[in-house]
């Protein structure tokens, strides 16, 4: 277990040499692990021809400096609160040192790599290189094999471990693909099919039920989501966005998941015939695609698509589709091979003057099966996004504490460090302190679903805003409750933050209505309602709301519905439980719009 605040991240003075022999100079593992993750396991060796595309991560010196602002400009009760900082501001104190720099461009140059065949990240602090497997092999020193997942057939072309010359150790973070695993799976526990496809029309049971803001709720909403199940549940009937506040909700795609937009007419016409007509902004991400053929519709792409932009207009809506691994088959030459998305799309954003207020995302695994050293980066350019005004919402997956699996015999929570033991399983990038994790809810009373993801992160520590909510839990729990199963109480980011309605969204899919459950339900859902008070911030000529966190934690909750039933089984466990306050299953609860409409306007 590593446990890491990004504020402490060393930074050590580069090593002064004028020319850098790395030739025949001694390589040292740079990184390691001791086997693939559970499922995966060695194919073949790696074709030598097969071009990877290796991202090189340098250290960012003034990263500390970075988060200070984010916490300065997030905190309602701090004078800075709002004063995001620029494009250009972030870049800056996200920049290598120029020693490293230099240094790593010496040693991509002694292998035949020139300035023209580098592609850099808007901070330079990201470099990606095209090589073959046979070069790969020499500058990392290791080898590469095929791996192939038992459970879904998939085969990824990738090493246990990597080394580079000693003198590089300082000037570089990591190098990817290598020892990353990670599938980033889209959190969708459940796809009703068959005979259980709905009518495309929508329920009309009569009567109502009360809802948690007190108010009546249609009662076909205990048994199917819509938009306006969705508006009457939180509380926010009665708002209207603009189109002309200057806000904009943004969505991310990955793994070649498409969002239909036949499918998307034909529910606006269903659920919110005003928005009927209206589209988005595709952005295309490292080759993402816009395939809008019926066959090619994507599930998850058409459900953030739907419920995002359909709770949101008439506000602007923005997609970034990021191209995912293509498969990799060892017996057909495959010219590209990686699966890293979120450092392609933070590369993307990060490099943009302008980006949406808000932005929702429904993808991750395990976090023991993503290298720490590629969580705390991608973590990192998350607190950026924050710290330039964007509300960066996950979530915050769908196996409850690990697997889902409450039997200790057939539980398949297993650490990865070579000792075989049962362990919780948190999700990243869910588990990352820099964004906002929404596990699931269902029911009116609602309750926390089974499948809720939620606990306690490997990687990194508690942050000073959830120190007092996670505390009071924590003493809640019966001394020696999941001993062993997760990490020390007193030092661990917690997670979710908060929660949203998360089974049964009648989704459109290849022109029929299905219905969807999930996380990933959840977090477009609450995304929207803070769309929603972005715009009337903005409208109020006031910033954006940005990193939500230190305002949920401080004043926020106050205008959520607590939930304080249900529990998140797995791991041969019953999980954690819902209770009064913060919970890891559901947070602090779902959103009450107009309680957070008011606490926000009066925020400065």
């Not at 590593?2 to 790395?22: C, K, T």
């Not at 494009?87 to 490293?100: G, Q, W």
């Not at 330079?124 to 290791?142: G, H, Y």
């Not at 929570?413 to 990038?429: E, H, Q, R």
Request: with cysteine.
């Amino acid at each position: 277990m590593r446990l890491i605040s990004l504020l402490g991240l060393p930074f050590v003075a580069a090593l002064a040499s004028a020319a850098v022999p790395f030739k025949g100079c001694q390589h040292k593992v740079k990184e390691s692990i001791y086997g693939p993750p559970r499922g995966w396991s060695r194919h073949a060796s790696a074709p030598k021809h097969h071009m990877l595309e290796l991202k090189i991560a340098l250290p960012q010196p003034k990263f500390p400096e970075l988060e200070q602002h984010l916490w300065e400009v997030s905190d309602p009760s701090h004078s800075r609160y709002g004063a995001h900082l620029s494009k250009e501001e972030t870049n800056a104190l996200m920049a290598p040192h120029p020693e490293s720099l230099d240094i790593v461009n010496e040693w991509l140059a002694s292998y035949g790599l020139a300035e023209e065949s580098l592609l850099r990240s808007s901070a330079n602090d990201w470099v990606t290189i095209r090589v073959p497997v046979s070069l790969a092999e020499e500058m990392l020193d290791t080898t590469y094999s095929v791996y192939k997942h038992a459970e879904t057939g998939e085969s990824i072309v990738r090493t246990t471990s990597y080394s580079l010359p000693e003198i590089l150790h300082d000037h570089v973070d990591l190098i990817q693909p290598t020892t990353m695993f990670a599938r980033f799976k889209a959190f969708k526990s459940t796809l009703h099919w068959a005979n259980q496809v709905q009518p495309p029309v929508l329920s009309t049971s009569s009567g109502t039920i009360t809802g948690p803001a007190g108010n009546q709720v249609d009662a076909s909403c205990n048994s199917s989501i819509t938009i306006s199940c969705l508006k009457q549940l939180y509380n926010s009937v009665a708002y209207n966005t603009s189109a002309t506040s200057g806000n904009k909700m943004g969505l991310t795609a990955y793994l070649d998941q498409y969002a239909n937009n036949m499918d998307l007419q034909q529910f606006f016409q269903l659920e919110n015939p005003s928005a009927y007509g209206s589209n988005y902004t595709f952005v295309s991400v490292n080759g993402g695609l816009n395939n809008q053929s019926y066959t090619a519709a994507g599930v998850e792409a058409n459900l953030d698509t739907q419920f995002g932009f359909g709770l949101t207009w008439p506000t602007p809506g923005t997609f970034y589709s990021t191209a995912g691994e293509p498969p990799f088959d060892p017996d057909v030459f495959t010219p590209t091979d990686t699966n890293e998305p979120y450092s392609y799309w933070l590369d993307y954003v990060l490099s943009q003057p302008s980006l949406p207020q808000t932005i929702s995302t429904s993808y991750g695994d395990d976090e023991q099966t993503v290298p720490f050293t590629y969580a705390t980066r991608v973590c990192a350019g998350m607190a950026a996004l924050g710290a330039r005004g964007v509300s960066i919402l996950f979530s915050s997956g769908d196996s409850g504490v690990g697997d889902g699996d409450p039997n200790p015999a057939t539980q398949m929570c297993y650490s990865n460090d070579g000792l075989n033991v049962t362990k919780f399983l948190p999700a990243f990038p869910a588990s990352c302190p820099y964004v906002t994790a929404v596990g699931a809810t269902v029911n009116i009373p609602e309750t926390a679903v089974s499948f809720s993801g939620g606990g306690f992160s490997n990687y990194f520590v508690r942050p000073a805003y959830q120190e007092v909510a996670v505390s009071e839990y924590l003493t809640k729990l019966a001394p020696g409750t999941y001993e062993g199963l997760y990490a020390p109480l007193t030092s661990i980011q917690a997670y979710p933050d908060v929660s949203a309605q998360g089974v049964n969204f009648l989704v459109v899919y290849q022109g029929q209505t299905i219905p969807v459950d999930g996380t990933s339900c959840s977090s477009p859902t609450f995304a929207s309602f803070v769309s929603m008070l972005n715009d009337a911030r903005l409208t109020a000529f006031k910033s954006p709301l940005g990193f939500l966190n230190p305002f949920l934690y401080s004043a926020g909750y106050s205008a959520l519905n607590d939930i304080t039933m249900g529990h998140n089984p797995g791991c041969g466990t019953e999980g954690f439980n819902a209770t009064t306050g913060w919970d890891p299953v559901s947070g602090f609860g779902t959103p009450n719009f107009e309680k957070l409409l008011g606490l926000v306007l009066s925020l400065p």
